[in-house]
Nanobody, 121 residues
Framework: QVQLVESGGGLVQPGGSLRLSCAAS????????IGWFRQAPGKEREGVSC????????YYADSVKGRFTISRDNAKNTVYLQMNSLKPEDTAVYYC??????????????WGQGTQVTVSS
């Protein structure tokens, strides 16, 4: 069964850091692009980052460039999102997703259940 499971969310003070994990089961993650998204209450879902499998290219939303880093550990079948210098506006439920394409797609069909990130003092 194909499954993506996010973890690593929590409550952090502004300026702090968190590392989110997206663990895959039922398929080999290193063959496919993985995207991270977030959705804050009352707002539309926003694409945060993506990492391709074809050449390892990475993409970031302007709002997180220079603060977030996406990476993959193929041995652990996991993709990470390192989030530094967190701001209150980063508060959201974070999701990882794939569409079983090697390059970052425009649409994703398979989603994890999400992990809550709250940035507050």
């Amino acid at each position: 069964q194909v499954q993506l499971v996010e973890s690593g969310g929590g409550l952090v003070q502004p300026g702090g850091s968190l590392r989110l994990s997206c663990a895959a089961s039922g398929f080999t993650l290193d063959y496919y692009a993985i995207g991270w998204f977030r959705q804050a209450p009352g707002k539309e879902r926003e694409g945060v980052s993506c990492i391709s499998s074809s050449d390892g290219s990475t993409y970031y939303a302007d709002s997180v460039k220079g603060r977030f880093t996406i990476s993959r550990d193929n041995a652990k079948n996991t993709v990470y999102l390192q989030m530094n210098s967190l701001k209150p506006e980063d508060t959201a439920v974070y999701y990882c997703a794939t569409d079983f394409e090697s390059n970052c797609p425009n649409e994703y069909d398979y989603w994890g259940q999400g992990t809550q990130v709250t940035v507050s003092s």
